[in-house]
């Protein structure tokens, strides 16, 4: 009898002891399998972010991310509802019959003028300047500019030259060589700096 007693007794202890190492080796199981968990995921995050910084560079050497930088570094110009208009209507004055960038150069070297110390610093004072008594632009001086009727790319055009799309290069003149006279043509090529020709109009500094 005492014999079947120590054998259950062994036994009993036999199963406990190997409950107790099942349980030892599930938990190292969860925690291996807990910590390879882990490393997956803090390696997956470590390879989304090197996505990211490769992504940022192929954008930072794109096309698109110069012309993104450009257009946050330009400067817009406020002006006041009456210089607005006045620009509108030199600007189809001078260049209705010109594209939407021929438009806009127009736009871009009066507001050249206005931010030079070497003219009046308002819309209205460039447009209707005199030097010796003579209009600076001649649809001023034949009354063009008051019979004109703004179209709706001019007006787009001006709107996108104040938002700061210039591709004047700092020009503060124009000039229609066929429309001016050869007294005139003779001072532009004498005394200021030739930049580039747009349309019908060559642009002086």
């Known amino acids: 009898m005492y014999k079947k ?18 349980l030892k080796v599930a938990e190292r199981s969860q925690y291996a399998a807990t910590a390879a968990f882990r ?11 090197a996505y990211s910084r490769i992504a940022s560079l192929d954008r ?3 096309g698109q991310r110069i012309i993104d930088y ?23 004055a001078e260049a ?12 871009n070297v009066i507001l050249n003028r206005v ?3 070497a003219f009046p ?15 600076q632009f001649s649809p001023i001086r034949d009354g063009r500019y008051h019979r004109v009727k703004v179209s709706e790319e001019t007006m787009e055009a001006v709107e996108r030259a104040l938002l700061g799309e210039d ?29 580039f020709q747009y349309g019908g109009h060559e642009f002086f500094s």
Not at 71 to 83: A, G, H, I, W, Y
Request: aromatic residues 8%.
């Open 5 to 22: 007693y120590i054998l259950s007794l062994v036994l009993c202890n036999l199963i406990v002891l190997a409950s107790f190492c099942c």
């Open 39 to 49: 490393m997956r995921l803090e390696e997956g995050m470590q390879e989304e972010e």
């Open 60 to 62: 930072a050497d794109s």
């Open 70 to 92: 450009q257009v946050l570094e330009r400067q817009e110009k406020e002006v006041s509802e009456s210089d607005f208009q006045i620009l509108c209507k030199i600007v189809e």
């Open 96 to 107: 209705g019959g010109e594209d939407m960038n021929g438009r806009i150069l127009v736009a």
């Open 115 to 117: 931010n030079s110390k």
């Open 121 to 135: 610093n308002s819309v209205e004072g460039v447009v209707f300047q005199k030097s010796n008594g003579i209009f």
């Open 167 to 195: 591709y004047s290069q700092g020009a503060l003149y124009f000039v229609s060589r066929k429309a001016a006279a050869p007294e005139k043509m003779q001072w532009f090529d004498r005394h200021l700096t030739p930049l």
